[in-house]
């Protein structure tokens, strides 16, 4: 059995900790497998553009580099942790109602997808890469954060398509989806160390791209209240970096 968490952002977007750094992190807890799920923001709203200028989103001309530097610390993740690191973005529908916004996690994608694409044709070409998409905190997260409802309110159509949803994003688990009947996945959605003790999913067998997505897709999983063993020393490095950047666009970004 080992531990996952497929939604963490990187300095990418909007994360404190680089790609190398995310590796030590998880890898020095022991955790079987990990995606880097950078925000890629629409380009023609007014908060996708917001997010670009303030250098919260992942870019067409940057896309190929993140894939690149994934790919490397993984191989050495890999080596050093036998964790395995999974490429992934999280698409960012933001809208400032609630109901018309929408995070869509594509997993195992190499190659750039167009954020302004529909829903389903976003779904359409992650399939096509062969990676799985996976709805986002799609019900309230119970914080102080822009919501993102679109999804769940248009779950009957969607439902076939996804080939899960985030039963949690964080520390709170959403019983809407946990007693849906939709197939569920738990993450944390980190975006700093102190987020690290949240709901994991937990998978079996060997520590594969093929045997995590089997397991994801059959459900063949489980779900734990993960508590981070040494939470003083993960925020104490970045504790400065915290204070002098304040999480400009936290309030219009959300997860
Ligand atoms: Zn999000
Ligand atoms: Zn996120």
Redesign the pocket.
């Known amino acids: 059995m080992f531990l996952c968490d497929f939604h963490i952002h990187s300095c990418y977007s909007d994360g404190k900790l680089s790609v190398a750094e995310l590796v030590d992190f998880y890898g020095a807890r022991g955790f079987g497998a990990i995606a880097i799920t950078d925000?890629l923001c629409e380009t023609r709203t007014f908060l996708g553009q917001s997010a670009r200028v303030l250098q919260k989103t992942l870019l067409k001309n940057n896309f190929n580099r993140y894939i690149k530097e994934i790919r490397t610390q993984a191989e050495r993740a890999l080596r050093r942790y036998n964790m395995i690191v999974i490429p992934g973005v999280?698409f960012?529908k933001n809208s400032f109602s609630h109901r018309d916004s929408a995070?869509i996690l594509g997993l195992g994608i190499h190659s750039f997808i167009d954020p302004d694409l529909s829903i389903s044709r976003i779904v359409d070409e992650v399939h096509g890469q062969q990676g799985l998409v996976i709805a986002?905190?799609p019900v309230s997260t119970r914080k102080m954060e822009p919501q993102?409802y679109h999804l769940w309110d248009h779950r009957d159509e969607l439902s076939t398509q996804f080939d899960a949803w985030e039963v949690a994003?964080g520390a709170h688990l959403f019983t809407e989806v946990f007693e849906s009947g939709l197939p569920m996945i738990a993450n944390s959605?980190l975006h700093q160390p102190r987020q690290m003790s949240s709901w994991k999913t937990v998978l079996d067998g060997p520590r594969t791209l093929q045997n995590v997505f089997s397991g994801i897709k059959k459900q063949e999983l489980d779900f734990t209240y993960y508590e981070n063993p040494f939470p003083w020393q993960a925020d104490q490095k970045h504790k400065k970096a915290s204070w002098l950047m304040p999480d400009l666009l936290g309030s219009s970004?959300?997860?």
């Open positions: 925000h999280e960012t995070h986002a905190h993102t994003s959605d970004l959300g997860g």
